[in-house]
């Protein structure tokens, strides 16, 4: 339905719950929860009526967070991008990021082509032994602490104190009519830095003593 005129609302039933309506350039996604699993399903904007279009599942994951502006979306062209959201994997909780007691948090990739959805892989946490900070607030719990990050052809994560870069393998792409493009497009880590702070300063590490 558009707001600037009467008519009709258009309904949708996407067959999982929505958490999040995100725009894909021209095209919309909408994301959320059935059964476990984290499905994203395309929205097709075109002038006069919207439909429906691809879909994709990602197994036993869970948004990392619901509540902040976590999604990031690199649009190649009209019809290809590459989207970035973080997920919890099954058993990882919503109290960190790193793998253990602790859980884990992982940004996961997505190719879009027309609509068409492929998941590239995820860039993971790593446990790497970073102190407790001390933080009280804004640092998982509320605004969580991981994000996708497009800067120019470069596909980076910001974990807690960690950003890791991962770089996409192109593969063979092959379209067959309408079905989901296939092929062994890739997202592999390519490294990863961290400014976990070292020094206590005025009862608290800092990572700038």
Known sequence: MRVDRDGSAQAFAPGHDIERIEALGRDAVLVGLRDGDLH????RLARGA????????QPGVAQGEVRSHGFFYRAQDDELGLLGLPVLGAGRQRRGI???GAGAAAVLFVRNRGLRFSALGELLAHDGGARDDGCKASCVDW?????????GDRV???MGYEIVEGTVQPGPWRYDGDAAARGAEALVERRRVSF????MVGGRYSPFN
């Not at 969580?144 to 800067?151: C, E």
């Open 196 to 199: 976990a702070p070292g020094v």
């Open 143 to 151: 605004y969580g602490n991981a994000r996708p990050i497009f800067l």
């Open 156 to 158: 980076l994560a910001l």
């Open 40 to 43: 994203f399903s395309a929205l």
């Open 98 to 100: 790193y793998r253990g």
């Open 50 to 57: 919207a439909a429906l279009a691809g879909r994709h599942v």
